[in-house]
């Protein structure tokens, strides 16, 4: 596969495991780690990367999983502050060219966007989604009031 | 001066005493109710009960009037978090954060941390001073750390009595700053020969400083 990319996972909960889970059938080489073995139960068992017990805000623990080399590095962890801290160094230690973190409170979320770190916020990805699915609502009501003028 | 501690145990209410003594305005930010009390009941601090790295309670212990923030959790991601929106969003002049992975140090600093320490790497290095070598005493560090300054006392088992300084391999950028023999202080020069029982001022830095005890202690 000619566009393998190296990519590093760090927290494999819900969204970690799927992303690895994705991203290894798709052909990528990838490296999960987190602090608890039993997390790894959530991959594959046709998961062909590896895995690595540890904590990602330990530096010896970033370079065992060759982040020197990772195309790709996405914090998935359920605290955001260790996925802002570990996107950074990613990014400016390591120079690890995409780097994104997931970050749960809507404000620092914005504020680090603004600092030039990619981030995603399920919360207001959520929020977003609701209203749209609100306005959608309104427009059909709207239009459904409309024609019984 | 204004100065917000975040986390920390114990020591946070030990600094909190000292710096109100000093006639700081000390505001402590800490996420455990029993700490935070004792803390706002035995000092005259400003106590906030939460998390140091949340923006709202930032604000709400003064950071936009603060000169500086000291970061104590015993998590390396908290203190650096708060550090930076401190500095960022509320323009905190000096963010002092301690690390508990001493590899740590060097990352914060290039992250843009004014001031991270390591506990660990500081109990070590006294640790390793202590028990390598009895003849040694650390009298200061300098330039937070960057510099020692250590007395070393030569006993007749040292490689380098006999020899003059420039004929030791001491480190390229250590110095031997004054030699004490017999209470009396000599301003070296590469040609003074050292004899046993010679105190030198040594001025090193960390990274050279075993180098530079070995050629002078053996």
């Keep these: 596969m000619p566009n393998t990319k190296q990519i590093v996972i760090v927290g494999c909960g819900r969204l970690g495991g799927t992303l690895a889970n994705r991203l290894s059938s798709q052909g990528h080489r990838l490296i999960v780690i987190d602090r608890k073995e039993s997390a790894f139960d959530k991959l594959s068992y046709d998961f062909s990367g590896?895995?690595?017990?540890?904590?990602?805000?330990?530096?010896?623990?970033?370079?065992?999983?060759?982040?020197?080399?990772?195309?790709?590095?996405?914090a998935t962890t359920t605290q955001d502050n260790a996925n802002l801290m570990i996107a950074q160094v990613?990014?400016?230690?390591?120079?690890?060219?995409?780097?994104?973190a997931r970050v749960f409170d809507p404000?620092?979320?914005?504020?680090?966007?603004?600092?030039?770190?990619?981030t995603i916020s399920p919360?207001?990805?959520?929020?977003?989604?609701?209203?749209?699915?609100?306005?959608?609502?309104?427009?059909?009501?709207?239009?459904?009031?409309?024609?019984?003028? | 001066m204004r100065i917000i501690i975040i986390g920390g145990d114990k020591t946070v209410y030990f600094l909190a005493r000292q710096f109100v003594r000093r006639k700081y305005h000390v505001t402590v930010i800490n996420r455990d109710p029993v700490r935070s009390r004792e803390i706002a009941e035995q000092t005259k601090a400003t106590v906030v009960l939460g998390e140091g790295s949340d923006?709202?309670?930032?604000?709400?212990?003064?950071?936009?009037?603060?000169?500086?923030?000291?970061?104590?959790?015993?998590?390396?991601?908290?203190?650096?978090?708060?550090?930076q929106l401190a500095q960022r969003l509320f323009g905190v002049p000096r963010t002092i954060a301690m690390v508990n992975d001493p590899d740590n140090e060097p990352i914060f600093q290039r992250l843009g941390i004014n001031v991270a320490f390591s506990a660990t790497r500081i109990i070590g290095s006294i640790i390793?001073?202590?028990?390598?070598?009895?003849?040694?005493?650390?009298?200061?560090?300098?330039?937070?750390?960057?510099?020692?300054?250590t007395d070393v006392r030569l006993d007749n088992l040292s490689p380098a009595v006999g020899k003059t300084l420039q004929e030791l391999d001491l480190a390229e950028n250590s110095l031997v700053a004054a030699i004490i023999r017999n209470e009396e202080v000599i301003v070296p020069r590469g040609a003074t020969r050292l004899q046993e029982d010679d105190h030198l001022v040594l001025i090193t830095q960390p990274e050279n400083q075993k180098q530079d005890l070995e050629v002078l202690c053996g």
């Excluded at chain 1, 895995?51 to 020197?68: F, Y």
């Design chain 1, 107 to 118: 404000m620092r979320e914005s504020i680090y966007r603004e600092f030039g770190i990619e």
């Design chain 2, 128 to 149: 390793d001073q202590e028990t390598d070598f009895e003849d040694i005493t650390a009298l200061m560090p300098l330039a937070r750390g960057r510099i020692n300054v």
């Design chain 1, 50 to 74: 590896f895995k690595i017990i540890g904590d990602a805000v330990e530096l010896h623990v970033l370079e065992q999983a060759q982040i020197k080399n990772a195309d790709c590095l996405f």
């Design chain 1, 90 to 100: 990613a990014k400016t230690i390591f120079n690890v060219p995409r780097v994104v």
């Design chain 2, 55 to 83: 923006v709202d309670r930032l604000e709400e212990a003064g950071a936009r009037q603060a000169d500086a923030l000291l970061a104590l959790t015993s998590h390396d991601q908290d203190n650096l978090i708060a550090c």
């Design chain 1, 123 to 149: 919360t207001k990805l959520s929020a977003e989604a609701f209203l749209k699915m609100l306005e959608d609502q309104a427009h059909v009501n709207e239009n459904h009031h409309h024609r019984r003028r």
